[in-house]
């Protein structure tokens, strides 16, 4: 696994070195409610030549005369250019006539051209307004897209449970996206309570009725025993349809599943094939496990660079894993030409995003210059938010800082914090350093008591300076 990284001296107690990781991506959280935003527009209905009167000009005129239904049919003609020039404008002309007599086609079409701004300015609150007097008639799509509406807060206030009783009308007439819609709404708890085992009644519904993200999110709650019984093998058959159908996260999932034996006999080669389906659907977290697979030799022969290219494809679309096992590459010249400011790029890239291990490392080039004019200040900063997530390297070197004034002014209880927060995390440096300074009542109240309890555990985890120490003291670092 990646890898290593530079030694450096923080401080004249001990030596500290940035230990760089890459991890492969654990199974996908439930799909979000923002797939609701793809779905929202239906296609609207198109000509049909059995419906259509193949002498346009009588259609016309039986619209002129106020027939609703050739209002609708002419209205079809302009929007899709059948046997007339399209014409937008028009189309919502008689869009709106019909839709003023009642046709519930006729509204929905035209709350679309709102929604889209299709021949008309784009007005959300106008489209939210059609959608409901074609909802209110039993319209299935109407129903979905008034949901969405309320959950979006789109040309209406947002409004989660009003959102959930759309969606539920439109759920029980057997639409699949307003099933996966509900069945999201109940897994979030956001506008009906919270109930896993009502998300995958639904779940199984829309799965059942051909929707993709259910069958994904069906496959994640047998993953995770949400709502059911835990079941890999289950997950396995609904995460295989829900790949046949092209949902990248899905083929991700099969090629997690191959690489552990977890549901699945064993089969790195059959998780390369399924990373690399997803990886060609853009899935970042595909494209990083191909790139450890790669760096580590694990299921393909070992390459460097093809490692990096798939680590720069998804750092390109903000994967901060990738990003970080990417700057370490151009640290250490691994598979690519040494290049700091690029190291440099790629790790402030990760660490803005949370990432600790990034966030040490561009501590580091603060701290010693390297790559970057010596700032102590931002190395603090970026040291404290690695620390701050539980990073012991992290956590050691914002102690050092504060026992030796190194950019700030000395705190020895700041610093005894930070020791012993490493120390307990298991760091044996800080343990060490926590002991001595216990010992010697450096700034703060001597307890030697503690202070062997510390030393004991530094030297059982292999700190030579623990072992010297407890040795001059006359102790044994088992005890």
Known sequence: MKRYLILFLVSSLTLCWGLAFSFALSGLSLAQNSDSQDLKFIERGVPQADKLDPELALVKQQAVSGDAEAQFQLALAYDFGEGVKEDKAEANKW???????????????????????????QDAAEAAKWYRLAAEKGHVASQLNLGVSYEKGDGVPKDKVEAAKWYRLAAEQGDADAQHFLALIYDSGEGVPLDHVEAVKWYRLAASNGNVRAMYNLAVSYNLGEGVEKNRSEAIKWYRLAAAEGHASAMFNLGLAYKKGDGVPQDKAEAIKWYLKSAALNFPGAQFNLGVSYDDGDGVPQDKVEANKWYLLAAEQGHADAQYNLGVSYSVGDGVKPDREQALKWYRLAAEQGHADAQFNLAIAYDQGNGLEVDKIEAIKWYRLAAEQNLSRAQFNLAVTYDQGDGVTVNKQEALKWYRRAAELGHPQSQYNLGVSLYDGDGIPKNKTEAIKWLRLSAKNGNESAINVLRKLGEREGD
């Open 95 to 121: 869009y709106r006539l019909a839709a003023e007599q009642g046709l519930v086609k006729a509204i929905f079409n035209l709350a679309l051209s709102y929604d889209q701004g299709d021949g008309v300015p």
